[in-house]
């Protein structure tokens, strides 16, 4: 069984930082995609940053700029360093990932992990 477990969340002050960390653990061949979203209060689900298995990346212009994500395949584990944090970053941040068992690609969400930027 696969599973991704997010850690780094918690409180932190506007303008302050956070370093977001997604684990992939168990029966892994390889892994694809992977990315960061977040679900703000009462709100939808957003997609945040996005990363291939070579390196390419993407952002959300709401986030462009403040954070970078990053991965290291050879510990089968994803980043998200935020700065510049606001307000409205408040969320539950989710990774999400294209993980192979064997030949088939499986789509894993992790369980989330609480940011919350206040004074």
């Known amino acids: 069984q696969v599973q991704l477990v997010e850690s780094g969340g918690g409180l932190v002050q506007p303008g302050g930082s956070l370093r977001l960390s997604c684990a992939a653990s168990?029966?892994?061949?390889?892994?694809?995609?992977m990315g960061w979203y977040r679900q703000p209060p009462g709100e939808a689900r957003e997609w945040v940053a996005l990363?291939?298995?070579?390196?390419?990346?993407n952002h959300a212009d709401s986030v462009k700029g403040r954070f970078t994500i990053s991965r290291d395949n050879a510990k089968n584990t994803m980043y998200l360093q935020m700065s510049s944090l606001k307000p409205e970053d408040t969320a539950v941040y989710y990774c999400?990932?294209?993980?192979?068992?064997?030949?088939?690609?499986?789509?894993?969400w992790g369980q989330g992990t609480q940011v919350t930027v206040s004074s």
């Open positions: 999400n990932a294209g993980i192979a068992s064997g030949t088939t690609l499986h789509n894993y």
């Open positions: 168990g029966s892994i061949f390889s892994i694809d995609n």
């Open positions: 990363i291939t298995r070579n390196g390419l990346t």
